[in-house]
């Protein structure tokens, strides 16, 4: 298998380009804004998770669910709602972990590819 296989888009910026207008210089702007508080909040959330601050990842989760939605982000919005569900039942730690981890993974496939478009 080789790396230069094009990897599947993980967002759509189609809500953010009709939010600025198709002024590009403010796309870009909200996209360095979403990489620095995303790539935040996934650390806080991974944070909470090792202090097994579950109220806080599901506070966390919550927040940053409408930004995900914003920016198309669907594989990595799917699994923050899974895991806010997760914690509002009876759960199994070792599968919050998983969902976590996979967030954490997609979350920097999505900051990567962001930054790789637009040059930052």
Do not use: W
């Amino acid at each position: 298998m080789s790396d230069n296989i094009p990897q599947e888009k993980l967002y759509d910026l189609q809500i953010i380009h009709q939010m600025c207008r198709g002024n590009h210089d403010q796309v870009e702007k909200m996209v360095a804004v979403f990489i620095i508080e995303v790539s935040k909040t996934i650390g806080d959330i991974e944070s909470a998770l090792s202090e097994k601050d579950f109220s806080r990842i599901k506070n966390l989760a919550h927040k940053v669910k409408p930004t995900l939605n914003y920016f198309g982000t669907v594989s990595l919005e799917k699994e923050v709602i899974e895991v806010e569900s997760l914690l509002s039942k009876d759960f199994n730690i070792n599968e919050l972990q998983s969902k976590i981890a996979t967030i954490s993974d997609i979350s920097k496939k999505v900051v990567d590819q962001l930054k790789s478009h637009f040059n930052l």
